[in-house]
């Protein structure tokens, strides 16, 4: 089986389309999602330590593939830098990957998926401009020509200019600057005396410290505090990830945390980059994203859970894509073999993937 989910173009925001392929003859659509992060279980009330099973909005089936209409109560509560397993009772268990969603609470716009826009705002028509008002040009009043003779032409009258009326204007000038000048010096006085922090002195340099046996013996705790801010890998992987995240850097990140004695936080952050660097088409990728589900490998998988076909899938990806055939074809044969072991010991879904391997 091979499992994903994606927005419903149809509904917008908060509602999703589960497709799994794989799967017919379905009559019950309730299924059980797991997250991989911390192993519980989605039911109505969020994620619970026990397994419940979910029942879609909505379903249909063909004859290998069925689509589940999930709404906000399974969305919401995914993440996209986590790993998921669905089950469905009857007919097995693989990985969900998750793809492009939209939550409930996101309105306005086009959508990440690119089905949603919003409702557009009528458009306005401006208020039509008031007619101005007729201006009436004033009338000519006709002023009457004097008579020449009687007209009498008087000189203009002189204001005789004193020392006191023009010096007045400047006087005022210069005591507005003269006070304009003190008020400046008053701040400056107040910040520098009052505001202002004074500069605190460099500290001197500390002696350098001879090294001795008791310094040595608490060195080890010192380096264990030296930098307590240093982020945690799974941190450093999701900020891989929110960038550019070119996939040859995400490998090259993931490798060193592949190894015998990793934490289960350095499994899932690598599993994190792997992923997402197979499935941008890096071929070596894919072979390290096969063996976490493969359940023959022996390295740390942290919480992601066993899966032959998801580890069939990614070996059959990485060969055609080029990666060292003996490697990828050596861990396909070992799958081979556990696959029948396990269809012996009435493992339904051992027998399935034996029944499609090609």
Not at 170 to 183: F, Q, R
Not at 186 to 211: D, H, I, K, M, N
């Amino acid at each position: 089986m091979r499992a994903t989910i994606a927005v419903d173009p149809s509904r917008g925001p908060g509602y999703g389309i589960i497709e799994i392929e794989g799967v017919g003859g379905i009559s019950s659509p309730a299924f059980v999602l797991q997250r991989a992060s911390d192993g519980k279980c989605l039911s109505s009330g969020g994620w619970q330590e026990s397994e419940t099973t979910v029942t879609p909005n909505d379903w249909n089936a063909t004859d290998s593939n069925l689509r589940l209409n999930v709404g906000p109560e399974v969305v919401d509560e995914l993440d996209s830098l986590d790993a998921y397993r669905i089950n469905l009772p009857g007919f097995g268990a693989c990985a969900m990957s998750v793809g492009k969603i939209m939550y409930s609470n996101i309105s306005g716009g086009q959508g990440m998926a690119g089905g949603y826009k919003a409702p557009e705002a009528p458009a306005t028509r401006p208020d039509p401009e008031p007619d101005p008002m007729p201006v009436t040009p004033p009338k000519e009043i006709p002023i009457p020509e004097p008579d020449p003779i009687s007209v009498q032409v008087e000189p203009p009258l002189q204001m005789a200019s004193t020392p006191e009326t023009s010096g007045n204007g400047s006087g005022k000038l210069i005591g507005l600057i003269a006070v304009l000048v003190l008020l400046l010096c008053a701040g400056f006085a107040l910040w520098w005396f009052v505001l202002r922090e004074p500069a605190t002195p460099a500290l001197p340099a500390t002696p350098e410290q001879t090294s001795s046996p008791a310094a040595s013996a608490t060195s080890p705790a010192q380096g264990a505090n030296a930098n307590p801010s240093e982020k945690s890998p799974l941190a450093t992987a999701r900020e891989q990830l929110r960038g550019e995240a070119l996939p040859d850097v995400s490998l090259a990140m993931a490798k060193p945390m592949r190894k015998a004695d990793a934490k289960p936080e350095e499994s899932d952050a690598a599993f994190l980059l792997l992923e997402d660097a197979a499935q941008k088409g890096n071929a070596e990728a894919m072979l390290l994203v096969g063996q976490y589900y493969d359940p023959t490998a022996t390295l740390p998988r942290g919480s992601i859970p066993v899966d032959m076909t998801q580890a069939k899938r990614w070996y059959d990806e990485a060969l055609q894509k080029g990666q060292d055939k003996a490697q990828a074809q050596s861990s396909l044969d070992k799958l081979k073999e556990y696959a029948k072991a396990e269809e012996t010991k009435g493992n339904a879904e051992a027998r399935a993937l034996l029944q499609t391997w090609k």
